[in-house]
Every structure is written in structure tokens, then in C-alpha cells.
């Protein structure tokens, strides 16, 4: 398990351990892994219980969330930039809200 980051391994085991004595799917998590030329890289898990060679098995599926990771922290730090501008702002500014009803945002 040398792909999975040594932050997110006990938290792995741990979903490992309930997934053996409960036979049971655990939530889906965030975790880190490693890909193979060392880049760390953010992932979304899903475990469940199976059946391998007709034994009892554990299979994870994993997707790549690194970009949407990416993607959502810049637009919290641009939102934190707007916000500080807007109160450091000597103006009243107003925005207006082309779907609501209201108009006002």
C-alpha cells in the first residue's frame, strides 16, 4: 500500500478493519495517495465489501479530485479577496441578481 500517503494510511486501515467486521460499505472519504512518480495527489474513496476468488475481499475504487481540489481553493481565496475589497470599499456597492426574483443578492 506504498500509494496510499502515510497521512491517510491509518485512516485507510481503519476503513479496512470496519469493512471486514461489519461486511458492510463505509462513506465515501477524501484521502491522499502517492502516484507512481511521487506526486501526491488528492482522491475520492469508496470502499466496499466483496468477493475474490471466493474469498472475502475488500475492493476500493478512487477518482482524482486534485484539479476540482485545485479549482474550489481558488475560488474560496478569490471570494475572501472580493470580500475584503468590498469592505475595505469607502462606496456602498450593490449587486444585482439576474435569476432571483428579488434582484437582490
Known sequence: MNFIHPD???????????????????ERVEGKFIRIDGKVIYVDVISFPTTFNGKPAVQTIFLDITEKKKAKQSLVE????????LNAAPDFICFKDMEREDGLR
Open 8 to 26: 491517510f494510511r491509518p485512516i485507510a486501515n481503519k476503513r479496512i478493519q470496519r469493512i471486514e467486521e461489519n461486511k458492510q460499505s463505509v
Open 78 to 85: 478569490k471570494e475572501n479577496q472580493l470580500r475584503i475589497l
